[in-house]
Structure formats: C-alpha cells, structure tokens
C-alpha cells in the first residue's frame, strides 16, 4: 500500500507542475493576443506587448545582439569580438577611432612625441572619469598593461604590446615589470618608450588591449571585471546589469567626459546565437539589429535597411611550401590565375562581398589619403591562358610528367565546402588539375596547418589594429602566422621597415612592395575580403562600424 | 531490510567504479584529439601561447594533468573555463542547470501526460479513427526533428501571428515554444510505446476477470491495466530525463536559452578541458542516478523484481 500512496504523490506532484506549467503559459500568452504589434518595429510594443518579451527600460533603449556571452571584460584577457564589442563601449583608451575610423583623442586630449619617433607622452583630461567618480589617472594605465603582460595573466593579446620596451622580456619570463618602460609622470602623464618607431601606435591602442583598468578597484577586487556591480567604466556607457549567458544591460555613463554627445539613455545586448532567430527577432521588434542568415542573402541584401562596410580582413588559402608541387612558384601562380575570384564572390560566398585581387583589405588610408588598395591596385587576376601557360613551365622546372596530387583542405563549414567545391572545378576546368577536397573539425585542420601539415588549405585574417602591416607581417620567416613555410630576408627586411620607418609616405612605400613580393611569390593566394553586413531597423543611426575595431555606439541614436 | 541496504551499498560502488571509468575515457579522448584551446584565427606568437598553457597547466606531464582532474572532480572544483576565463565551470553548470532542468521538467511532465493519454485512447479506440489520428500525428512527431519544428513554431507563432516571443528565456511565455519543440518527440514516442503494451495487457486474463468481476471500466483501466503497461515508458524515462534535463543544444541554442546543453557541444569544438571534465562527470553522474531511479521505481510497480534478487545476480 506505501508503495501504491509514493505513486499517487508522484502523479499529484506531476499533474500540479504540468496544471502551473499550462496556467502559466497561458496568462502570459493573453494580454499578448490583444494588442497589436503590426509591424512592430520595436518602438510601438515598447509600452504593450514588448515588455513582455523584452525588459522595459524606461528611457532610449537599443536592442541589439552580442551573439554570446563576452569571454572577459578584463581588458587584457578578452581577446575576441563578442567582448571587444561591449567593451569598447563601456571603455576608453587614449585614443578613440572617430567616425573617419581615425585614432582621434580619447582619454588623451592631446600627445608629444619625440623626435625620434620612440617616446609618446600622452596628456590626460582633467574630467576623464570613472563611473564610480574615481579620476582617470595614468597610473590605471600603466597597471592595466603591465597587468596585460605580466606572463602570470596569460594574455593572448600581449604580443600587442611588444612595441613597448621591455614588454616582450616581461611577458617571456625575462625581464620584470619594472623595466617596462611606461611611466606615470603625474596623474594626468603617461610616457611610453617604444623599441621603435611605429607609425601605427596610436592605432594600436585603440584596442582594448590597452584600455586602462582602475588600479584602485583591482587592487580591492582583482575580479572586478566579472560582474556588473564590481566593473567600474571609463566610456560612454556603464555595465547596469549582467546575466551571464543571457544579456547585458549598459546604461549612459554620466560620469564620461563627453556624455553629452551620447544619445542613447540604454544599451540591451541580447545573446542569440542562431543566425535564423536573431533575424526573426528582428522581424518582430526585439532586436533593433541583426545580421542576415547565409540562406536569406539573396533576398535580403539588397534592402533599404541593410548596413554594409568594409572589414579589415581576408580570406584566402595557404600553399604550403614544404610539400610538392608548390615548392615551384610558377605552379602556385597557375593556381591563383586559374581562380574566377568574381564568381565566388557573387555567386558563392554572396552577401555584398567583395572578391580580393590584393592582400591588405580596402579601408586603409595612406598619408596622401587615398585608400592602400586603390594604390597599390590590383596585384592578380584571373587569366586561364596564363594559368595554363605558366602551369606547363613549372611543371618543367620541376621535371613533372605529371603534376603531384593536390589535396585541398578546410575546415568544416557550408559556406568554406562552397567555395572549396567552386575552387575545385575552376582548377579542374581552367588547369585540368584534379585536386581531392578534404575538410577537417576546425580545430583539427587549425593544429594540422600550424605544422605544416596540410598542402592547400583554408585560412582567415582579421586585423588586429588598422594598419596594413598587421597582415602582411604574417608571413616573415619564424612568425607564428607564417604557415607556409615561406622564408625569405627581402621580405623580413620590408617589414621591418614597414614597422619603424619614422616618414609615413616611406613607410607606406614599403609596404607596397612587400605586398607586390607577397603576389609575385604566391605563397598565400586572396579569395576575397570580409565586410560587415548589418541590418538596421528604421529609426537607428549613428552606429560607428570600422573597417578594424569594434562597433562603437557613443553617437548611436534611435528616433522615439 | 538489510538485503536492501546491501543492494543500494553495491549499487553505490558500481557507480562510482563506472564514473571512474567514464572520466578516464574521456580524459584519453580529450587528450587524444588534436587542437588546443588557443588555436585561433586571430593573431598571436610563441610566448602568448606558452603562457597561456604553463596558466592552465596543459604544459604538465599527462599523468599530472590527469592526477589534476581527478582532484578536480574529487573537490567538486573544476576551476576556470578557458574560454570563458570570467567564470568557472562550477558557475556555468549552476547556473546552466536549474534553467536546461526548469525547461526539461515541464516538458517532461507535458510529454508523459499527454503521452501516456493519448496511448490510452489510442489503445481503447484500437483500429478506430481516433487510433489512426493520433499515431498518425506520433509518426510526425517522431519523423520530425526538434529543430525544424522549433524554427515552423517561431516563424507561425512569433513571427506571423506575434502570439509568443521569439526567443530568449524570461518570462512564462518565452517558455511556450521551446518546450512545445522539445516535447513533441518524447511525447510520441510514450504515446505509441504506451499504446502496444496498453493492447498487449488488455487481452490478458486478468483484466478480463477484473471486467468479469463488474469492476468500472475506469477502475480496469487505470488501477490494473495501466500499471502493467507503464512498465516499458519507465524504463526509457531514465535515459530521457538526462537527457532533456541536461539541456539540448540545439533548442537551447535556437531559443537563445541559457541553460547548459551547449555545453557539451561547443566545450568539445573549443577544447575547453575543463568544461569538458565537469560536462562529462554531471552528466554521467546523473545518467547513472537516474537509472539507479528507474530500477527501484521498478521494483516498486512490479513487485516480481525484487530488487535484493537482481542484485544477488
């Protein structure tokens, strides 16, 4: 009989979970039904309905998607868009990129550098603060990028700062942070020696990896960062509230130098990592931006409310020179002539891309303030003729009967599988090469080119800071990025001087010509460069979005 | 008494023997798959990654590295997510769980009722309309995966008739929908599971002497009959309370709900060890719980397993 009374208290409890589960759900669904949300473009179902379905935040909101949860709001760690984001809107570094995507003052309202190019010395605002009324002082600088390459933090941005001197013995175990040479003269003085000119520092410390972390309140609590109610804001926004994989809430930060120009009263960042629902959240109101899901391109790019930029970044496949046949150039120009960049672009990969006949992506401007890509112009081309020609002379250098088996490989993904398949037809029709697909996990095939393990593989950029040499630096001899085992001390010596050169125009010289040598070499061959396609609903304006950064909503604006 | 008592002490040690044999495996999986948790399209150099592997120990000898694990699991401190430094793995399973078990729960309890009913009309209709209506739409359910259903649902009933929110977890109503893509499945499977043992006891002897004794059709139905038949729908209930309570990726990851079934998925493509470990072990655990769960409610449904006498074996 016990055992007959526990079964019915299971069958009541059940029965009373499913009965408040039902009731539930259905007073929820109700008062929904009633109210109209045609259209719905977010605005109108403020005061109804969406403040059921998005929390009601009285004031200008913004409702916008991270996709997932940031890795870490600790400057130095979080090292990947989804906190990049955020974090430039909760922060500040010296510099700030301006609606030219120029590092214009930030924190800084103005700087010297010396005549040799090496010492930055950066003067502080008086009312740059924190958003716990701390002031922004230079020594939160120098704690937050010693913080950065200390070993101990494990940074994964701290080659960054290798520009600074002593940063790399720190950060390698041999030297300490004392011979970091970033110094706080005063409270509103910061001095930076540099181990060379770079041209391009100002730039660099817009990113996040720099951003000053308030050496007072890490002191107090050294995982400041994890938590709304312990992170402190030096930006145009401050964290409200933070559920973690869930949203994020930033509100104005009064206490930021220029609040005034900042327009929104809320930022909410949903965390929707499916392409598909984000977008149909956007249909219905809850989010005031999205991306457009791969499949839905066609129909949706060209849209009056479609956002598309330039981002600093390429696609493009490695050959690996270790592995026959491409130890042969002539071979690996066949290659590249033979590939209709055109057709991947339109009809592949689609959403507004653009196909690449150069490296370093358009949106970089030289001195003379045209853009790096239009000068150096186009470096490649599709030429079947030539392919073919240059083809049959390398397979003669090599004393080829027949051309080695070429395997091509990518990691695991619709959109690569595409554009691998095309390349695979292109080559067997324009060059009658029969090369074998194979993809990988991502992380798998990542290992396996780390080690040269792979002959014709997949791979991605995506700028760091917004200067070109931040590509192009990737294939000197012994870089980590290099991957291809291409060597050579012509190219080294070009970005060397690509790096320290003081005279800008000269600088950008070098650069060309590194870039020409990258083309005629053909160690790594463009397939196209990356854009940002946004969709926007009606009434949202002013979201900054750079060719390299992060999208910066200061200036946001939303029309009530 | 004491044959019980030695029973559950001998399950006890079998659990732990099997979890221990679970977390090995997977720690010479896990250290056999290639790739890191640092590989990255994004740039970096020598130092950075030796860094970043001395701080999570993964520059250590295997067997440190596994002696590190065990610990782990035996302090019930799995430390920091690699990929998410912020937070530890303690943290993203407790506060994954209670939110993959709230949606699991109602499901569950929508997709055994409704189950287990529609099963008994079915059976009692057996070649009626009713019966090849609703194992007409089980077959769908099950035919159907979740994840097409849950995009048909958001498109109809968020998108078109704006009835439900699209996705997110925050009130009653974001509910709605997810557990409607998640439940369906189980639900049919119950409902034809229930329906042929349901068939199958009701031409057995006794149930006819219990009609043949003037008992309410009622009375047959729920209080002998479907003791009997209930019989197999628990035995896949362990391996489906596990399941949807430990969180589904895709539904979690269509509906943008914060639980922990993407977890399991995406702490394997990032390498992220330790979130990995700590996935691995709750999830056995309570797989090997809830199946401990599923043998004693058996013997408590049907006194002839007796449990003393299984363990004996």
Request: charged content about 20%; overall charge negative.
């Amino acid at each position: 009989m016990k055992e007959r009374k526990l079964l019915w208290i299971l069958l009541v409890m059940l029965t009373a979970l499913f009965l408040a589960a039902c009731t539930a759900n259905e007073d929820a669904g109700e008062p929904q039904e009633g109210t109209d949300t045609e259209e719905g473009n977010g605005e109108d179902g403020e005061d109804g309905e969406a403040a059921e379905e998005t929390p009601d935040l009285d004031g200008k909101t913004l409702y916008i998607n991270n996709g997932q949860e940031p890795a870490s709001f600790d400057p130095s760690i979080g090292f990947d868009q989804v906190s990049w984001d955020p974090l430039n809107n909760l922060m500040e570094g010296l510099t700030r990129l301006d609606e030219n995507s120029v590092a214009a003052e930030g924190v800084a309202e103005s700087w010297d550098i010396s005549e040799d190019g090496l010492t930055y010395t950066f003067h502080l605002r008086e009312d740059a603060k924190w958003s716990n009324g701390d002031p922004v002082v230079a020594e939160d600088f120098v704690f937050a990028w010693k913080h950065m390459l200390d070993p101990e933090t494990a940074s994964q941005a701290a080659f960054l700062a290798y520009y600074i001197e002593g940063g790399e013995e720190y950060n390698s175990g041999e030297g300490s942070a004392d011979d970091v040479n970033v110094t706080a003269v005063d409270d509103k003085t910061l001095e930076v020696v540099l181990i060379q000119p770079t041209g391009f520092f100002l730039d660099l410390l817009t990113n996040p990896a720099f951003f000053p972390i308030n050496h007072q309140v890490a002191e107090e609590t050294p995982d400041w960062y994890a938590e709304a109610d312990t992170f402190v804001a030096n930006g145009p926004f401050m964290l409200e509230s933070w559920e973690h994989d869930s949203e994020m809430i930033f509100a104005k930060n009064p206490e930021y130098w220029d609040a005034d120009a900042v327009n929104l009263d809320y930022v909410h960042f949903s965390m929707v990592n499916n392409t598909n629902s984000q977008y149909q959240m956007f249909q219905t109101g809850e989010l005031d931006t999205a991306s457009i899901p791969p499949e839905m391109s066609d129909e949706l790019i060209d849209g009056d409310d479609v956002f598309i930029g330039e981002s600093g970044g390429l696609e493009f496949y490695r050959f690996n020179l270790t592995e026959e046949p491409f130890q042969n150039k002539k071979i690996r120009q066949a290659f590249s002539y033979a590939i209709n960049r055109d057709d991947i672009a339109e009809y592949v990969v689609k959403q507004g891309v653009e196909p690449a006949y150069g490296f370093v992506s358009p949106g970089f401007t030289a001195p003379d303030g045209k853009d790096f890509r239009e000068e150096n112009g186009d470096l490649l081309s599709f030429d079947p003729e030539l392919g073919k020609q240059l083809l049959e002379e390398g397979m003669q250098e090599e004393g080829y009967d027949e051309l080695p088996p070429v395997v091509l490989t990518y990691s695991t993904s619709d959109v690569n599988q595409a554009v691998a398949e095309t390349m695979q037809n292109m080559l067997s029709e324009n060059l009658g090469i029969d090369v074998t697909l194979e993809n990988q996990e991502w992380n798998v095939f990542s290992e396996a080119q780390q080690n040269l393990e792979l002959q014709f593989s997949r791979s991605s950029f995506l700028n760091d800071y917004a200067d070109p040499v931040n590509f192009l630096e990737s294939f000197t001899t012994n870089s980590y990025m290099n991957r291809t085992g291409f060597e050579s001390a012509e190219y080294d010596e070009l970005i060397q001087k690509s790096k320290s050169e003081t005279d800008e125009e000269q600088r950008y010289e070098y650069m060309y010509e590194a870039e020409r040598m990258l083309a005629e070499e053909m160690i790594a061959m463009p397939i196209r460069y990356y854009n940002v396609v946004v969709l926007e609903a009606d009434g949202v304006e002013g979201i900054l979005r750079h060719p390299v950064g992060y999208f910066d909503l200061k200036y946001a604006d939303k029309a009530e | 008494m004491k044959h019980m008592l030695k029973y559950i002490l001998k399950r006890l040690l079998i659990m732990i023997i099997t979890l221990w044999v679970i977390i090995t495996l997977t720690f010479i999986l896990m250290i056999n798959i290639p790739g890191s948790p640092f590989n990255s399209d994004q740039s970096s150099n020598e130092t950075v990654q030796a860094n970043l592997e001395a701080h999570y120990n993964l520059d250590q000898p295997y067997y440190i590295q596994y002696l590190l694990y065990i610990k782990s699991i035996v302090t019930f401190d799995f430390g920091p997510s690699i990929k998410q430094p912020n937070q530890t793995v303690n943290d993203l399973l407790s506060r994954g769980f209670p939110i993959s078990f709230e949606l699991g729960i109602i499901t569950i309890v929508l997709a055994v009722i409704s189950g287990i009913l529609v099963g008994i009309i079915a059976a009692l209709r057996h070649n009626g309309f009713l019966d090849y209506l609703t194992m007409g739409i089980a077959v769908l359910g099950i035919s159907i995966p979740n994840f097409i259903l849950a995009t048909l649902l958001i498109q109809q009933l968020a998108v078109n008739l704006e009835i439900f929110p699209t996705a997110t977890w925050r009130s009653p109503a974001h509910m709605v929908l997810p557990v409607l893509a998640l439940a369906t499945g189980p639900m049919a499977i119950i409902a034809r599971l229930t329906r042929s043992t349901m068939l199958e006891v009701l031409t057995q002897d006794y149930i006819k002497m219990a009609k043949a004794k003037g008992l309410s059709p009622w009375k047959v139905i729920f209080k002998h009959a479907l003791r009997n038949a209930l019989m197999p729908v628990v035995t896949i209930m362990g391996t489906l309370f596990a399941g949807i309570l430990t969180g589904t990726f895709v539904i979690e990851q269509i509906f943008a709900i914060p639980g922990m079934g993407r977890y399991f998925v995406e702490s394997i493509n990032q390498r992220d060890y330790p979130v990995i470990m700590g996935t691995t072990v709750f999830y056995s655990a309570f797989l090997i719980i809830m199946l401990f769960i599923v043998d004693v409610v058996y013997g408590i449904l049907d006194p002839r397993i007796k449990m003393h006498q299984k363990g004996g074996k």
